[in-house]
């Protein structure tokens, strides 16, 4: 199985060397993320929730660890993270089926950590 914690840790790594090179890309990036991830009419968690879905549906491993993390940090349950899966199956079909299974258990990595 792949280990989510060791996909967030070489992401960090990959973007910091990254930033070296283009800080004006990654800088605004990250400034698009504070402003659509921070809290509004929708909650930050749900909208981690949905960040999550489609990054099943995209199939990006990157995605699904750095946003499985941070739907729990913004309080999502194992139950609410089951039912995003759901979601995101049923949008992207069979391919999602294997990236929402494999969320899950970044879900779980990141839980089996507290």
Excluded: W
Aim: proline share 2%.
């Amino acid at each position: 199985m792949k280990s989510y914690k060791e996909i967030n840790n070489d992401q960090k790594t990959l973007s910091s060397e990254y930033h070296k090179s283009a800080p004006a890309v990654l800088d605004g990036f990250m400034e698009l993320h504070k402003a659509s991830m921070k809290e509004g009419a929708l909650s930050s968690k749900v909208k981690e929730l949905m960040a999550l879905s489609i990054a099943i549906s995209a199939r990006c491993d990157g995605c699904i660890g750095a946003h499985a993390k941070a739907s729990l940090r913004e309080g999502a349950t194992r139950e609410e993270i089951i039912e995003t899966i759901g979601v995101a199956i049923m949008m992207g079909g069979g391919p999602s089926t294997i990236y929402g299974t494999q969320a899950l258990g970044a879900v779980d990595e990141f839980l089996a950590e507290k």
